[in-house]
């Protein structure tokens, strides 16, 4: 096969290894000026392993890092994994079979986790169906979900959303139609705190849906795929939304007003696509207040004073950041493309720890995934756990300096597989990977509880809610999304 054959369905931001090395795929190009003629390979490393920052010969062909940057021939690159190559593609036989045989392993233990995470006695438990329901909701992969009530809303790569009825376990209603909804893939969905559903979308556009049927309404302000979202409440029972962007903007809504009006500002200050977000609420005593980080892929995060509308830059982060999330109103956790997690402190203005969470003698894994476990309502933490590409789940104790409790391997590592999303159910931690397997962990002892192969494609998000079915039957909903749910 020739270069130009190699290349064929090779696209910018798909992860690949060259030579062992690991990183992502920064420029495609042809004939280049001072270099031999044919295609060429632009490789950004996660490691300081390349020859260049991306300029060659004088001339700029993608950014990074110093030594990060590789400009390679298209047979030297394998890719990893690509969000395009997803679309109509069936899971390979030994993903499936891979995921099943480890469903085997696991399943002796379901029905006792079953038990604790629903209430139920084991014996009882026996009776749930362990599989679950199996909805075949589209030919497309789904990306994203959120649960409110009895409704979970799930959105797809088809350019609709999917609205499931968690008690009856069946498909409610589809968020798409000829005059309503998106016309790219659907990145993020949230439910509002009035239960209406907001999502984002590739085609950079913003639709609050309903509260039923298939009827929205569009809010304009990004020019670019919608990367992340985050609804929350003031006090005074306002409805607000955050949401990120590749166009490198943070836009703050005021969903109680028409959607003409809806943008309460535009926050600018990043220089890269902006990848993930996350707020809190700096206490509940405070009225309308949120407190807002922001990250992007030139690895720098932004603090920022929504009322003010200025920002604390705060760099120092190798690759990309990957992930966010609070601890308090005080203090955030940054996840980054190095594997490390870094603690920031508000007040102090600085870095209070830093955790090689997902750095082993053999490389390092993007921090995917940072979920806190809170204990009680004053946001006392207990827990923070995370996930990363070396397909790792770490329990780090907050009181203790961030220390590991518990490294969770059974995730089965290789280059192909990664894991995709994490959730938190009471004391159990589910976490999804893509080569389909759901995999549950107690996070207070440290204990393998079930798995199961869950999907025939990777399980790209999760969401856990307690669903009323009935006067006195209370169960825990999972739910996995791949090219089925």
């Not at 085997?104 to 679950?132: C, I, R, V």
């Not at 670019?224 to 029972?237: E, F, L, T, W």
């Not at 490390?340 to 490389?363: L, M, N, P, S």
Request: proline share 2%; aromatic share 6%; charged share 20%.
């Amino acid at each position: 096969m020739g270069d130009r054959g190699a290349a064929e369905h090779m696209e910018v931001g798909q992860r690949c290894v060259v030579d062992g090395n690991t990183g992502e795929i920064a420029f495609l190009g042809s004939d280049l000026p001072d270099l031999p003629s044919g295609m060429w390979v632009g490789v950004v490393y996660d490691q300081p392993v390349g020859k260049n920052d991306g300029t060659i010969k004088g001339k700029k062909y993608f950014k990074c890092q110093k030594n990060h940057g590789h400009l390679v021939r298209p047979d030297k690159v394998k890719v990893l994994y690509a969000e395009t190559a997803l679309l109509g593609r069936k899971a390979t036989a030994g993903h499936a079979s891979r995921s099943h045989a480890l469903n085997d392993n696991y399943m002796e233990n379901f029905h006792a986790a079953y038990a604790l995470l629903s209430g139920e006695t084991p014996e009882a438990a026996k009776q749930q169906n362990a599989e679950g329901t199996l909805l075949d909701l589209s030919d497309r992969p789904n990306t994203c979900i959120s649960v409110w009530g009895g409704e979970a809303v799930i959105g797809s790569t088809d350019h609709a959303l999917y609205g499931i009825d968690l008690v009856k376990q069946r498909k409610s209603r589809t968020l798409y139609t000829k005059t309503h909804g998106h016309t790219e893939w659907v990145t993020c969905v949230s439910h509002t705190a009035d239960g209406r559903v907001l999502s984002g979308g590739m085609d950079g556009k913003l639709c609050l849906w309903n509260k039923a049927g298939a009827q929205c309404s569009d809010l304009q302000g990004h020019s670019a795929s919608i990367s992340d979202m985050k609804a929350v409440q003031s006090d005074g029972g306002g409805n607000f939304a955050f949401t990120s962007s590749y166009d490198k903007t943070v836009c703050v809504w005021d969903l109680s007003k028409h959607a003409s009006r809806a943008l309460a500002s535009s926050l600018k200050g990043h220089s890269a696509p902006v990848l993930c977000m996350a707020v809190v609420r700096a206490s509940e005593e405070e009225a309308e207040t949120s407190s807002l980080v922001s990250g992007d892929r030139d690895g720098v995060a932004m603090l920022w004073d929504v009322e003010a509308n200025k920002s604390r830059r705060i760099p120092g982060h190798g690759g990309h950041i990957t992930s966010l999330a609070w601890l308090d109103g005080n203090t955030f956790l940054v996840g980054a493309q190095d594997g490390k997690v870094k603690v920031w402190d508000v007040r102090e203005e600085r870095f209070i720890h830093q955790i090689a969470a997902h750095v082993t003698q053999q490389g390092s894994g993007a921090v995917g995934n940072i979920v806190v476990r809170r204990t009680s309502p004053n946001m006392a933490t207990t827990d923070v756990v995370t996930a990363g590409a070396d397909c790792r789940v770490q329990v780090l104790d907050a009181r203790s300096g961030f220390q590991p409790r518990f490294t969770f391997t059974e995730h089965k590592f290789n280059l192909e597989d990664f894991i995709y999303s994490l959730a938190m159910a009471g004391s159990i931690i589910l976490s999804g990977a893509g080569d389909g397997m759901l995999l549950a962990h107690d996070v207070e002892t440290g204990a393998v509880c079930w798995g199961l192969g869950a999907n025939k494609a990777a399980v790209r998000c999760i969401a856990s809610a307690e669903v009323m079915a009935g006067k006195s039957t209370s169960e825990v909903i999972d739910r996995t999304v791949g090219p089925e749910i």
